[in-house]
Nanobody, 123 residues
Framework: VQLQASGGGLVQPGGSLRLSCAAS????????IGWFRQAPGKEREGVSC???????NLLDSEKGRFTISRDNARKTVSLQMRSLKPEDTAVYYC??????????????????WGQGTLVTVSS
C-alpha cells in the first residue's frame, strides 16, 4: 500500500493550497482517508477525514476553511485549504483505515500512512 501526499509549499497568510493524496495497492473505495498534521514541536493532530461513502469529519478549528473530498475513480483524496494562517504550518500526512462503519473518525487506528508534505504559511 502506498499513499502519496503532494501539494504542499510556501504560501502567504490568507492564501490557499490544495493537498492531494494518491493511493495505490488497496481497495480504495473501502477505506476511510484522513489528513493529519504535525507542526514543529507539537503532537500530530487529525485535521479531516472522509469515509468510503463520503461522510466527512473536520477539526472544529478548521471548519469553514478546509474542505475534504475524494475521487474513488482516481483513488485520490484532496484537502482544499483556504484562508491559511501561520499556525497551519506543519507537515501534512494522509492515512488510510478500513471503513467498517461508513463514517470516519480522526481517532481511528489508521494503519497506512503517506510520507507527508510540508505546508509553510509565512509572509
Amino acid at each position: 500500500v502506498q499513499l502519496q501526499a503532494s501539494g504542499g509549499g510556501l504560501v502567504q497568510p490568507g492564501g490557499s493550497l490544495r493537498l492531494s493524496c494518491a493511493a495505490s495497492g488497496l481497495s480504495f473505495g473501502d477505506y476511510t482517508i484522513g489528513w493529519f498534521r504535525q507542526a514543529p514541536g507539537k503532537e500530530r493532530e487529525g485535521v479531516s477525514c472522509i469515509s468510503s461513502n463520503g461522510r466527512t469529519n473536520l477539526l472544529d478549528s478548521e471548519k469553514g476553511r478546509f474542505t475534504i473530498s475524494r475521487d474513488n475513480a482516481r483513488k485520490t483524496v484532496s484537502l482544499q485549504m483556504r484562508s491559511l494562517k501561520p499556525e497551519d504550518t506543519a507537515v501534512y500526512y494522509c492515512a488510510a483505515v478500513y471503513d467498517y462503519s461508513g463514517s470516519c473518525s480522526l481517532h481511528a487506528e489508521y494503519g497506512y500512512w503517506g510520507q507527508g508534505t510540508l505546508v509553510t504559511v509565512s509572509s
